[in-house]
């Protein structure tokens, strides 16, 4: 792989991240090296520990702070540093031996503000040329969609969740 691509998988659908899983798994597989990034979540679902046994390097957020929305004004601007600070560590990563850099949640990252969308697109403008990039989350914005090769969307038709039925670890986490 002499050329790395960007994609981002979006939608208000079941899949995002899975697709980003799936794909670390298989370039794993293939010998690549994969650095996984999250944002907003809490590293507990099944499937890390599992990817860490492939040789997957996993970087977690060390600090939670709960949904966004319900954040005061201090505790936004502590977790746009936090955040900000875990992305350029991300980014520093990726530029030393890595040839697939996933970014769970960023486009929930940069919608919030968190972590600033120009530096997130500075990033992908000046990557190494051999590192593919796998954004996923809700709504991308322009800018992010126009740096793309490729964009998937995943759409909700119907979802157990919408029932009251919650996330059940091993299928939804």
Same mark, same amino acid.
């Given at each position: 792989?002499?050329?790395?691509?960007? /994609? @981002?998988?979006?939608?208000? #659908?079941?899949?995002?991240?899975?697709?980003? @899983?799936?794909?670390s798994? !298989?370039?794993?597989?293939? #010998?690549?090296r994969?650095?996984? $990034?999250?944002f907003?979540?809490?590293?507990?679902?099944?499937?890390?520990?599992? &990817?860490?046994?492939v #040789? =997957?390097?996993?970087?977690?957020?060390?600090? *939670?702070? #709960?949904?966004?929305?319900?954040?005061?004004?201090?505790? !936004?601007?502590?977790? *746009?540093?936090?955040?900000? %600070? /875990?992305?350029?560590?991300?980014?520093?990563?990726?530029?030393? +031996?890595?040839?697939?850099?996933?970014? +769970?949640?960023?486009?929930?990252?940069? !919608?919030?503000?968190? =972590?600033?969308e120009?530096? =997130?697109l +500075?990033?992908?403008?000046?990557?190494?040329?051999?590192?593919? =990039? $796998?954004?996923?989350?809700?709504?991308?914005?322009?800018? &992010?969609?126009? %740096?793309?090769?490729? $964009?998937?969307?995943?759409?909700?038709?119907? /979802?157990?969740f +919408?029932?009251?039925?919650?996330?059940?670890?091993? @299928?939804?986490?």
């Amino acid at each position: 792989m002499t050329k790395g691509l960007i /994609h @981002i998988y979006c939608g208000d #659908g079941k899949g995002k991240t899975t697709a980003s @899983i799936g794909l670390s798994l !298989r370039a794993a597989g293939a #010998g690549l090296r994969v650095l996984y $990034v999250q944002f907003f979540k809490d590293g507990s679902s099944s499937e890390f520990r599992l &990817l860490e046994q492939v #040789g =997957v390097t996993f970087l977690r957020p060390e600090k *939670r702070f #709960g949904f966004y929305r319900t954040l005061t004004p201090e505790q !936004r601007e502590e977790a *746009r540093e936090f955040y900000t %600070a /875990h992305f350029r560590t991300a980014a520093a990563m990726a530029r030393q +031996d890595y040839d697939l850099l996933v970014l +769970d949640e960023a486009m929930s990252a940069c !919608r919030t503000g968190v =972590v600033p969308e120009q530096e =997130v697109l +500075d990033f992908l403008r000046s990557k190494p040329e051999r590192l593919e =990039v $796998v954004l996923t989350g809700r709504d991308p914005s322009k800018a &992010l969609f126009d %740096a793309a090769d490729y $964009v998937t969307e995943m759409c909700k038709r119907k /979802h157990p969740f +919408d029932r009251g039925i919650p996330a059940r670890r091993g @299928i939804e986490f």
